[in-house]
């Protein structure tokens, strides 16, 4: 049974916070999905398949030192990112004061040495970084909802223009988007698979609508889904299931996996 814990209006949509047992949850409203969940005890167990599935971007960036994390929910992924990876530097985009009030108070997250919130538009910071001369990223994860859709942002092929030019050389952004539109979701992969001039992988969540994109800045390298020793390295260190993603990414890029063979 849920237990109602704070209700607030934010500007775009309401904020409902409620516990079942030990977990929290975040919804854009009473008859909206779960925008995040966290294990109160254990908050860096991620709960909700697709935040596993976007992780999929550690089987080619084992290391990364800067990620850009663009929508921040209840900060599911935040605590998973910064509790895995100790010296990495994260920065987060939300657009909503209010999500940033409820992160905060409800679901434990503040500023610290790695973690910094940013209360603007995403596409404003994208373009504000163009002039600033900032260090590129490694990884940019783009997690951008309202209550039932895709945000404008993503169908629009300047944002998308921008967030590449700022990926480092071999980094990637990993994109969670929704299929259950057809014509909304097959124009926004129309416009990702043109900025990054096709290359770009999906990865299905699994029993689930939606659907991971992995865009590269440069050719997706085929040895991060082969090497089996690897895969269960990271499947140890992260407790995540990467032997299954592997599988996944070359069943659902034909091209792609047979250059792995």
């Known amino acids: ?35 995040s969940r966290i294990d109160l005890k254990n908050p860096h167990h991620l709960q909700i ?7 999929c971007g550690l089987l080619f960036q084992q290391q990364p030192k800067r990620i850009l994390l663009m929508g921040l929910g209840g900060g599911s992924m935040v605590h998973f990112l910064l509790h895995h990876l100790k010296e990495v530097q994260l920065d987060v985009i939300e657009q909503s004061e209010g999500v940033i009030r409820v992160a905060q108070d409800f679901f434990n997250v503040s ?10 538009r995403a596409e404003d910071f994208l373009t504000e970084r163009q002039s600033a001369a900032e260090p590129q990223y490694d990884l940019i994860f783009v997690d951008l909802f309202g209550p039932n859709c895709m945000a404008p942002a993503l169908f629009n092929e300047d944002f998308h223009n921008l967030l590449l030019t700022c990926l480092g050389s071999n980094g990637l952004a990993i994109y969670n988007l929704w299929s259950g539109n057809k014509d909304a979701f097959d124009a926004v992969c129309s416009t990702i698979d043109l900025t990054f001039n096709s290359r770009v ?7 689930d609508p939606n659907i991971c994109l992995l865009a590269f800045a440069d050719k997706p390298p085929q040895k991060a889904v082969k090497e089996p020793n690897r895969i269960n390295r990271l499947t140890k260190r992260f407790n995540l299931n990467f032997k299954q993603m592997s599988r996944q990414l070359i069943e659902n890029n034909n091209d792609w996996a047979k250059q792995t063979q």
């Open 1 to 35: 049974m849920k237990h109602l814990v704070h209700n607030s209006l934010d500007p775009r949509h309401p904020l409902i916070v409620s516990d079942r047992g030990q977990y929290r949850c975040l919804q854009f409203g009473p008859n909206s999905c779960e925008q």
């Open 49 to 55: 398949a697709y935040t596993r599935t976007m992780m």
């Open 111 to 120: 500023n610290n040495e790695q973690l910094r919130l940013i209360n603007t």
């Open 201 to 207: 992988l999906r990865l299905p969540v699994f029993e």
